[in-house]
């Protein structure tokens, strides 16, 4: 008999390959911090935004999917978590983009004169679909009846801000093999803020409201007003960084690191 709370084969999917983007990311940061120290080629720098990528979008990001997958509120008992064959869509979709974008990246430097770039471009594509495949597929289990509200508008703010996150991300991607406007540079900032403070912060901030162990008394989730002040100059704050390019310098990339 299978329990209610069983994984699903597409949840351990998600999460096994996300452990080895874990792997493959330390891995790779180990070799980049080791190298001013053991004199290996400066080529390894190559390797920085693949590393980055892995570790942000191959293994929490896809954690984020697999758990998700299995642990949000079910849609109905006929449907239950939402489309399987898009879940295993994104999944195909995501990985397919990382791989190719972890070959391109450094071919489309390494061998300038190849026209490689569709790879980027490609990849750019890849990840875009995979990214909203998610939100869509998704979005229908996130409701009132089985999350606190604030819960709900947390998480479905974080899966707004994914969403443009990975748009834009997807845009300058693809502006570093097939060049499109002069601009496309300056989304990399929001990109960089929608995605870590938008996306990912929220999306622990909704799920820490809900699944935390709970006060005893009235108020099981604490003071519900503090949280929707903080809920509100959140988004605001992101929204707003955004909009100015970003509030994070300190983590953005010059135009050629994000050729690296």
Same mark, same amino acid.
């Given at each position: 008999?299978?329990?209610?709370?069983?994984?699903?084969? @597409?949840?351990?999917?998600?999460?096994?390959?996300?452990? #080895? %983007?874990?792997? =493959?990311? /330390?891995?790779?940061?180990? &070799?980049? !911090?080791?190298?001013?120290?053991?004199?290996?080629?400066?080529?390894?720098?190559?390797?920085?935004?693949?590393?980055?990528?892995?570790?942000?979008?191959?293994?929490?990001?896809?954690?984020?999917?697999?758990?998700?997958?299995?642990?949000?509120?079910?849609?109905?008992?006929?449907?239950?978590?939402?489309?399987?064959?898009?879940?295993?869509?994104?999944?195909?979709?995501?990985?397919?983009?990382?791989? @190719?974008?972890?070959?391109?990246?450094?071919?489309?430097? #390494? %061998?300038?004169? =190849?026209? /490689?770039?569709?790879?980027? &471009?490609? !990849?750019?594509?890849?990840?875009?679909?995979?990214?909203?495949?998610?939100?869509?597929?998704?979005?229908?289990?996130?409701?009132?009846?089985?999350?606190?509200?604030?819960?709900?508008?947390?998480?479905?703010?974080?899966?707004?801000?994914?969403?443009?996150?990975?748009?834009?991300?997807?845009?300058?991607?693809?502006?570093?093999?097939?060049?499109?406007?002069?601009?496309?540079?300056?989304?990399?900032?929001?990109?960089?803020?929608?995605?870590?403070?938008?996306?990912?912060?929220?999306?622990?901030?909704?799920?820490?409201?809900?699944?935390?162990?709970?006060?005893?008394?009235?108020?099981?989730?604490?003071?519900?007003?503090?949280?929707?002040?903080?809920?509100?100059?959140?988004?605001?704050?992101?929204?707003?960084?955004?909009?100015?390019?970003?509030?994070?310098?300190?983590?953005?990339?010059?135009?050629?690191?994000?050729?690296?």
């Amino acid at each position: 008999m299978k329990l209610g709370w069983e994984m699903p084969r @597409l949840s351990r999917w998600f999460i096994k390959i996300g452990m #080895l %983007y874990l792997v =493959a990311g /330390l891995a790779m940061g180990s &070799a980049l !911090a080791m190298q001013p120290v053991m004199g290996w080629s400066t080529s390894l720098h190559l390797l920085r935004p693949v590393c980055l990528h892995f570790l942000f979008i191959g293994w929490v990001t896809q954690l984020i999917m697999g758990v998700g997958y299995w642990m949000f509120p079910k849609r109905s008992k006929e449907n239950p978590r939402g489309s399987e064959r898009m879940g295993w869509a994104v999944l195909i979709l995501l990985n397919a983009g990382l791989v @190719l974008r972890a070959v391109g990246e450094p071919a489309v430097v #390494l %061998y300038p004169d =190849a026209k /490689l770039g569709w790879t980027l &471009a490609t !990849a750019a594509t890849l990840l875009l679909l995979a990214g909203w495949g998610f939100v869509l597929n998704t979005w229908g289990r996130i409701r009132s009846d089985n999350m606190p509200k604030l819960s709900v508008w947390l998480v479905r703010a974080a899966l707004i801000h994914m969403a443009a996150g990975f748009l834009f991300g997807s845009q300058v991607l693809h502006h570093k093999g097939i060049p499109i406007y002069a601009w496309t540079w300056k989304l990399l900032d929001p990109h960089i803020e929608l995605m870590i403070f938008g996306w990912t912060m929220q999306f622990v901030l909704g799920m820490g409201y809900w699944i935390l162990p709970r006060f005893s008394g009235e108020h099981r989730h604490g003071a519900t007003r503090v949280g929707w002040c903080g809920f509100a100059l959140f988004n605001a704050g992101v929204t707003l960084g955004a909009l100015g390019g970003g509030s994070m310098p300190m983590m953005s990339f010059s135009r050629a690191e994000c050729c690296c």
